[in-house]
Protein backbone atom coordinates (compact mmCIF):
# COMPACT_ATOMS: atom_id res chain seq x y z
CA UNK A 1 0.00 0.00 0.00
CA UNK A 2 1.94 3.08 -1.56
CA UNK A 3 -0.57 6.10 0.00
CA UNK A 4 0.08 9.03 -2.26
CA UNK A 5 2.99 8.93 -4.41
CA UNK A 6 4.48 11.85 -6.77
CA UNK A 7 6.22 11.84 -9.81
CA UNK A 8 8.95 13.62 -10.13
CA UNK A 9 10.60 14.32 -6.69
CA UNK A 10 12.78 17.52 -8.17
CA UNK A 11 12.28 19.12 -12.03
CA UNK A 12 14.24 22.10 -13.55
CA UNK A 13 12.07 24.07 -15.45
CA UNK A 14 13.16 27.03 -17.93
CA UNK A 15 10.54 29.87 -18.12
CA UNK A 16 8.01 28.97 -20.93
CA UNK A 17 8.62 25.59 -20.46
CA UNK A 18 5.53 22.96 -19.75
CA UNK A 19 5.96 20.41 -17.23
CA UNK A 20 2.88 18.09 -16.02
CA UNK A 21 2.85 16.35 -11.97
CA UNK A 22 1.74 13.58 -11.46
CA UNK A 23 -0.40 12.40 -8.18
CA UNK A 24 -1.36 9.10 -7.66
CA UNK A 25 -3.66 7.70 -5.01
CA UNK A 26 -3.99 3.56 -3.84
CA UNK A 27 -6.81 4.19 -1.22
CA UNK A 28 -9.74 4.84 -3.40
CA UNK A 29 -9.96 8.29 -1.70
CA UNK A 30 -12.37 10.68 -3.84
CA UNK A 31 -11.36 13.91 -2.57
CA UNK A 32 -7.54 15.24 -4.34
CA UNK A 33 -5.89 18.30 -4.13
CA UNK A 34 -3.00 20.13 -5.10
CA UNK A 35 -1.20 22.74 -3.06
CA UNK A 36 1.80 24.99 -3.31
CA UNK A 37 4.08 25.51 -0.42
CA UNK A 38 6.14 28.78 -0.20
CA UNK A 39 8.16 29.93 2.84
CA UNK A 40 6.14 31.70 5.61
CA UNK A 41 3.23 31.34 3.37
CA UNK A 42 2.01 27.84 4.82
CA UNK A 43 0.27 25.50 1.74
CA UNK A 44 -1.88 27.16 -0.37
CA UNK A 45 -5.11 25.46 -2.74
CA UNK A 46 -4.31 25.66 -5.85
CA UNK A 47 -7.02 22.74 -7.66
CA UNK A 48 -9.02 20.00 -6.28
CA UNK A 49 -11.52 17.27 -7.56
CA UNK A 50 -14.10 15.70 -5.20
CA UNK A 51 -14.42 12.73 -7.80
CA UNK A 52 -13.30 11.25 -10.93
CA UNK A 53 -13.95 14.10 -13.49
CA UNK A 54 -14.21 16.95 -11.60
CA UNK A 55 -11.84 19.72 -11.08
CA UNK A 56 -12.51 22.82 -9.47
CA UNK A 57 -10.10 26.54 -8.55
CA UNK A 58 -8.70 26.78 -5.34
CA UNK A 59 -6.70 29.80 -3.73
CA UNK A 60 -4.54 30.09 -6.29
CA UNK A 61 -4.68 28.28 -9.60
CA UNK A 62 -3.71 31.04 -12.24
CA UNK A 63 -0.82 29.37 -14.01
CA UNK A 64 -2.18 25.60 -13.72
CA UNK A 65 -4.65 23.68 -14.61
CA UNK A 66 -6.21 19.72 -13.71
CA UNK A 67 -7.24 16.55 -14.51
CA UNK A 68 -8.99 13.58 -13.25
CA UNK A 69 -9.35 11.45 -15.95
CA UNK A 70 -8.92 7.91 -13.28
CA UNK A 71 -10.27 8.33 -9.67
CA UNK A 72 -6.54 7.38 -8.52
CA UNK A 73 -4.64 9.93 -10.52
CA UNK A 74 -4.90 13.67 -10.31
CA UNK A 75 -2.46 15.56 -12.75
CA UNK A 76 -1.14 19.12 -12.59
CA UNK A 77 -0.42 21.07 -15.50
CA UNK A 78 2.10 23.84 -16.32
CA UNK A 79 1.36 25.32 -19.66
CA UNK A 80 4.18 28.19 -19.65
CA UNK A 81 6.06 28.01 -16.25
CA UNK A 82 6.99 31.37 -14.77
CA UNK A 83 9.93 31.60 -11.79
CA UNK A 84 6.66 32.49 -9.63
CA UNK A 85 5.63 29.04 -9.44
CA UNK A 86 9.27 28.35 -8.05
CA UNK A 87 7.38 26.25 -5.11
CA UNK A 88 7.10 22.51 -3.62
CA UNK A 89 4.24 20.86 -4.53
CA UNK A 90 1.86 18.47 -2.74
CA UNK A 91 -0.68 16.84 -3.57
CA UNK A 92 -3.10 15.25 -1.08
CA UNK A 93 -6.14 12.70 -1.09
CA UNK A 94 -9.04 12.36 1.24
CA UNK A 95 -12.42 10.68 2.22
CA UNK A 96 -15.58 12.33 3.42
CA UNK A 97 -16.54 11.33 7.25
CA UNK A 98 -12.90 11.79 8.77
CA UNK A 99 -11.79 14.68 6.34
CA UNK A 100 -7.99 13.56 7.25
CA UNK A 101 -5.68 14.31 4.43
CA UNK A 102 -3.09 11.93 3.24
CA UNK A 103 0.01 14.12 1.56
CA UNK A 104 2.20 12.63 -0.91
CA UNK A 105 5.73 13.42 -0.36
CA UNK A 106 6.24 16.44 -2.62
CA UNK A 107 7.56 17.94 -5.75
CA UNK A 108 10.55 20.60 -5.61
CA UNK A 109 9.86 22.94 -8.68
CA UNK A 110 12.84 25.14 -9.75
CA UNK A 111 11.64 27.77 -12.47
CA UNK A 112 14.51 29.57 -13.77
CA UNK B 1 -14.13 33.94 5.37
CA UNK B 2 -12.28 31.54 7.38
CA UNK B 3 -8.47 32.37 8.48
CA UNK B 4 -6.33 30.54 10.30
CA UNK B 5 -3.61 32.53 12.76
CA UNK B 6 -0.72 30.48 13.91
CA UNK B 7 1.41 33.28 16.11
CA UNK B 8 4.76 31.76 16.62
CA UNK B 9 6.76 31.05 14.20
CA UNK B 10 9.44 29.92 15.75
CA UNK B 11 9.77 27.62 19.61
CA UNK B 12 12.47 25.65 21.25
CA UNK B 13 11.62 23.18 23.94
CA UNK B 14 13.86 21.12 25.91
CA UNK B 15 13.39 16.94 25.50
CA UNK B 16 10.98 15.61 28.15
CA UNK B 17 9.37 19.03 28.70
CA UNK B 18 5.72 19.83 27.51
CA UNK B 19 5.12 23.08 24.75
CA UNK B 20 2.30 24.37 23.47
CA UNK B 21 1.53 25.37 20.00
CA UNK B 22 -1.39 28.22 20.10
CA UNK B 23 -4.14 28.18 16.61
CA UNK B 24 -6.57 30.74 16.74
CA UNK B 25 -9.08 30.79 13.42
CA UNK B 26 -11.89 32.96 12.56
CA UNK B 27 -15.17 31.38 11.50
CA UNK B 28 -19.09 32.08 11.82
CA UNK B 29 -19.99 28.70 10.74
CA UNK B 30 -20.73 25.55 12.92
CA UNK B 31 -20.08 22.48 11.20
CA UNK B 32 -15.96 22.15 10.64
CA UNK B 33 -12.90 20.20 11.40
CA UNK B 34 -9.54 21.66 13.04
CA UNK B 35 -6.08 19.29 12.01
CA UNK B 36 -2.97 19.64 12.97
CA UNK B 37 -0.48 18.41 10.39
CA UNK B 38 3.31 17.82 11.32
CA UNK B 39 6.08 18.33 8.58
CA UNK B 40 9.66 16.94 9.89
CA UNK B 41 13.01 17.56 8.13
CA UNK B 42 11.74 14.97 5.71
CA UNK B 43 8.92 17.36 4.39
CA UNK B 44 6.63 14.34 4.23
CA UNK B 45 2.98 15.58 6.06
CA UNK B 46 1.89 13.88 8.58
CA UNK B 47 -1.48 14.53 10.60
CA UNK B 48 -1.06 14.52 14.26
CA UNK B 49 -4.37 14.78 15.35
CA UNK B 50 -8.07 15.88 14.39
CA UNK B 51 -10.63 17.39 16.17
CA UNK B 52 -14.71 17.81 15.16
CA UNK B 53 -16.36 20.84 15.76
CA UNK B 54 -19.91 19.14 17.25
CA UNK B 55 -17.38 17.25 20.03
CA UNK B 56 -16.74 19.07 23.18
CA UNK B 57 -14.45 16.71 24.34
CA UNK B 58 -10.64 17.40 23.59
CA UNK B 59 -8.96 15.43 21.44
CA UNK B 60 -6.07 12.91 22.16
CA UNK B 61 -3.31 11.25 20.26
CA UNK B 62 -0.77 9.28 22.81
CA UNK B 63 1.32 12.35 24.10
CA UNK B 64 -0.37 14.43 21.36
CA UNK B 65 -3.18 16.16 22.89
CA UNK B 66 -5.99 19.72 21.85
CA UNK B 67 -6.98 22.16 23.54
CA UNK B 68 -10.32 23.19 21.58
CA UNK B 69 -11.78 26.50 22.93
CA UNK B 70 -14.62 26.65 20.57
CA UNK B 71 -16.43 30.57 21.67
CA UNK B 72 -12.28 31.24 21.70
CA UNK B 73 -12.53 29.68 18.22
CA UNK B 74 -8.72 28.51 19.73
CA UNK B 75 -6.96 24.92 18.91
CA UNK B 76 -3.92 24.77 20.64
CA UNK B 77 -1.19 21.22 20.13
CA UNK B 78 0.12 20.36 23.81
CA UNK B 79 2.69 17.72 23.03
CA UNK B 80 4.24 16.09 26.53
CA UNK B 81 7.24 14.30 27.23
CA UNK B 82 9.05 16.00 23.69
CA UNK B 83 11.48 13.73 21.94
CA UNK B 84 14.23 14.70 19.31
CA UNK B 85 11.71 13.23 16.75
CA UNK B 86 9.56 16.02 17.41
CA UNK B 87 11.61 18.93 15.52
CA UNK B 88 9.11 19.29 12.73
CA UNK B 89 6.80 22.40 11.68
CA UNK B 90 3.63 22.09 12.85
CA UNK B 91 0.80 23.24 10.91
CA UNK B 92 -2.88 23.91 11.66
CA UNK B 93 -5.44 23.51 9.17
CA UNK B 94 -9.28 24.18 9.13
CA UNK B 95 -11.97 22.39 7.23
CA UNK B 96 -15.53 23.56 6.05
CA UNK B 97 -18.05 20.89 5.86
CA UNK B 98 -19.70 21.36 2.33
CA UNK B 99 -16.83 22.65 0.78
CA UNK B 100 -14.04 20.42 0.33
CA UNK B 101 -11.66 23.17 0.58
CA UNK B 102 -8.91 23.24 4.01
CA UNK B 103 -6.94 26.16 5.14
CA UNK B 104 -3.53 26.26 6.77
CA UNK B 105 -2.04 28.75 8.70
CA UNK B 106 1.25 29.61 8.37
CA UNK B 107 3.06 26.92 10.70
CA UNK B 108 5.46 26.84 13.71
CA UNK B 109 8.69 25.49 13.55
CA UNK B 110 9.48 23.44 16.62
CA UNK B 111 12.75 22.65 17.61
CA UNK B 112 13.72 20.43 20.39
CA UNK B 113 16.63 20.38 22.25
CA UNK B 114 18.77 17.54 24.02
Known amino acids: NAGVTQTPKFRVLKTGQSMTLLCAQD?????MYWYRQDPGMGLRLIHY???????AKGEVPDGYNVSRLKKQNFLLGLESAAPSQTSVYFC???????????FGPGTRLLVL | AQTVTQSQPEMSVQEAETVTLSCTYD???????LFWYKQPPSRQMILVIR??????QNATENRFSVNFQKAAKSFSLKISDSQLGDTAMYFC???????????FGTGTRLKVLA
Open chain 2, 27 to 33: TSENNYY
Open chain 1, 92 to 102: ASGVAGSWSQY
Open chain 2, 93 to 103: AFFLSGTYKYI
Open chain 1, 49 to 55: SVGEGTT
Open chain 1, 27 to 31: MNHEY
Open chain 2, 51 to 56: QEAYKQ
